[in-house]
């Protein structure tokens, strides 16, 4: 069974500018997690998506928001980066009531000049 | 999720026993205790989970006193590749409304 994949793996982005992050999660999932991963936050909740809706949501800005297709394929834009955005973007897809053991991909390293 | 506290960072050599201990004196009756591993620019990858006394899978160990206010992840003779940040993670099975709680965790550095 294929793992959790992430498109793209890296990107460089200026201030100002938007960026949509691509997560397909592994067959079968129907909940989708994003994370962000910065050395001096460490590893933080932004989202989670099932069934196309948002069930829980993380400490971040408006200007962090996703989406979930019918699919289970899910998406995350953020609009009007800042520098601080520089950092691992990470999804994670499990089965529904399996919290422990979320399957993640390997991250879209993203860098704002 | 309960807070835990995890040593910042360890060293060890290839072929040794290493032990790694989470405090969690926080945590609630329905919480479970679970490890992820996160090798650079990768993932976190589930290790093991347990809920009390010992729980042993083939790559890991986990230690849970009564009062369950610790865990000890331990590894069993460990190599170069084992080389990763290791995290403890406590809270309910079944999903949880913030996410995991991945705090800073363990930075383990393997020697030869």
């Known amino acids: 069974k294929a793992g959790v994949t992430q498109t793209p793996r890296y990107l460089i982005k200026t201030r100002g500018q938007q960026v949509t992050l691509s997560c397909s999660p592994i067959s079968g999932h129907r909940s989708v997690s994003w994370y962000q991963q910065t050395p001096g936050q460490g590893l933080q909740f932004l989202f989670e998506y099932f069934s196309e809706t948002q069930r829980n949501k993380g400490n971040f800005p408006g200007r962090f928001s996703g989406r979930q297709f019918s699919n289970s394929r899910s998406e995350m834009n953020v609009s009007t980066l800042e520098l601080g955005d520089s950092a691992l973007y990470l999804c994670?897809?499990?089965?529904?009531?399996?919290?422990?053991?979320?399957?993640f991909g390997p991250g879209t390293r993203l860098l704002v000049l | 999720l309960a807070k835990t506290t995890q040593p910042i960072s360890m060293d060890s050599y290839e072929g040794q026993e290493v032990n790694i201990t989470c405090s969690h004196n926080?945590?609630?009756?329905?919480?479970?205790i679970t490890w992820y591993q996160q090798f650079p620019s990768q993932g976190p990858r589930f290790i093991i989970q347990g809920y009390k006394t010992k729980v042993t899978n083939e790559v890991a160990s986990l230690f849970i006193p009564a009062d369950r206010k610790s865990s000890t992840l331990s590894l069993p003779r460990v190599s170069l590749s084992d080389t990763a940040v290791y995290y403890c993670l406590v809270g309910p099975l079944g999903g949880g409304a913030d996410g995991l709680t991945f705090g800073k965790g363990t930075h383990l550095i393997i020697q030869p």
């Open positions: 926080n945590i609630a009756t329905n919480d479970y």
């Open positions: 994670a897809s499990r089965h529904e009531g399996e919290w422990e053991t979320q399957y």
